[in-house]
């Protein structure tokens, strides 16, 4: 049976939960069966020939998955957003609240993994300018995901962490303790907001029933509760070049002189 899953921001399973049970049923409207899957190794299930819809990093599409669909993207009320695009805070503890970037050369750093855009690809690309000879931190952590890297923050293990901002809404929404002691210290540019994907063997009918069914979750006034508390605002279908620019980052900070943090 194809499957779906929004795995990128279950913050608060409840509502994501309810997301997928909501599409669930607005596909099955449209003819379309599936099952929610909640994948533990994200890659292999993004690469699964039965995936009908979840949601993957703006890096792993254009450097891991040149054979997906992209079907949208979802656009995000959380601060930091604008439109199609999101952020990620520059985050630290709270003694170092006056700090600016530079003042972290030489210092730790952590990021959830170095195929994230928002907490490596984007970090690396604000700290090019600023390195010497391909170095800025002394060491980065990878942790695992953001809120391990937000944890390793508030534990001293590490200093400075690119936080997504939705993470970073829907946590001070749902687990402000998560977020006591840490400061935003400073952000990122904007860059593409998280695609939507399925299958190269989804076919050119099914893809139309999917993006029907995300336009309907996303304006449907029986849906807007759940939308809020998903901080989600809309749905739209980009040009897949529309990713371009993530991979313009990392070329960018290789031109400095910086392939890795």
């Given at each position: 049976?194809p499957i779906?899953?929004?795995?990128m921001?279950?913050?608060?399973?409840?509502?994501?939960?309810?997301?997928?049970?909501?599409?669930?049923t607005l596909?099955?409207?449209?003819?379309?069966?599936?099952?929610v899957?909640w994948p533990i190794?994200?890659?292999?299930?993004w690469?699964d020939?039965k995936?009908?819809?979840s949601?993957?990093?703006?890096?792993p599409?254009?450097?891991?998955l040149?054979?997906v669909?992209?079907?949208?993207?979802?656009?995000?009320?959380?601060?930091?957003?604008?439109?199609?695009r999101?952020r990620?805070w520059?985050?630290?503890?709270?003694?170092?609240?006056?700090?600016?970037?530079?003042?972290?050369?030489?210092?730790?750093a952590?990021?959830?993994?170095?195929?994230?855009?928002s907490?490596?690809?984007?970090?690396?690309?604000?700290?090019?300018?600023?390195?010497s000879?391909?170095?800025f931190?002394?060491?980065?952590?990878?942790?695992?995901?953001?809120?391990?890297?937000?944890?390793?923050l508030?534990?001293?293990?590490a200093?400075i962490?690119?936080?997504?901002?939705?993470?970073?809404?829907l946590?001070?929404?749902?687990y402000?303790?998560?977020?006591?002691?840490?400061?935003?210290i400073g952000?990122?540019?904007?860059c593409?907001?998280l695609?939507l994907?399925?299958?190269?063997?989804?076919d050119?009918?099914?893809?139309?029933h999917l993006?029907?069914?995300?336009?309907?979750l996303?304006?449907?006034k029986?849906?807007?509760?759940?939308l809020?508390?998903?901080?989600?605002s809309?749905?739209s279908?980009?040009?897949?070049?529309?990713?371009d620019?993530v991979?313009?980052?990392e070329?960018?900070?290789?031109?400095?002189?910086?392939?890795?943090?």
């Amino acid at each position: 049976m194809p499957i779906i899953s929004l795995p990128m921001y279950d913050i608060h399973h409840p509502t994501t939960l309810g997301l997928t049970s909501a599409l669930t049923t607005l596909l099955t409207q449209r003819g379309l069966q599936a099952e929610v899957e909640w994948p533990i190794a994200l890659l292999p299930h993004w690469r699964d020939d039965k995936l009908l819809l979840s949601q993957t990093c703006g890096y792993p599409l254009v450097a891991l998955l040149p054979d997906v669909q992209l079907v949208g993207a979802f656009q995000s009320s959380a601060q930091g957003c604008e439109g199609l695009r999101y952020r990620s805070w520059l985050v630290a503890r709270k003694e170092d609240e006056n700090l600016t970037l530079s003042d972290y050369r030489g210092r730790r750093a952590v990021c959830n993994s170095d195929d994230s855009h928002s907490g490596y690809n984007s970090l690396r690309y604000v700290i090019a300018p600023l390195a010497s000879a391909g170095n800025f931190f002394s060491e980065t952590l990878l942790s695992g995901s953001h809120r391990q890297s937000l944890a390793a923050l508030r534990e001293q293990r590490a200093d400075i962490a690119a936080i997504d901002c939705i993470t970073w809404a829907l946590l001070r929404a749902h687990y402000p303790e998560e977020l006591s002691g840490l400061e935003i210290i400073g952000e990122t540019p904007l860059c593409a907001a998280l695609p939507l994907i399925t299958s190269l063997k989804t076919d050119a009918e099914t893809l139309a029933h999917l993006r029907s069914a995300l336009s309907e979750l996303t304006t449907s006034k029986k849906y807007q509760q759940l939308l809020a508390q998903s901080l989600i605002s809309g749905f739209s279908v980009p040009e897949r070049a529309f990713y371009d620019e993530v991979q313009a980052w990392e070329d960018q900070a290789a031109e400095q002189g910086v392939t890795a943090l």
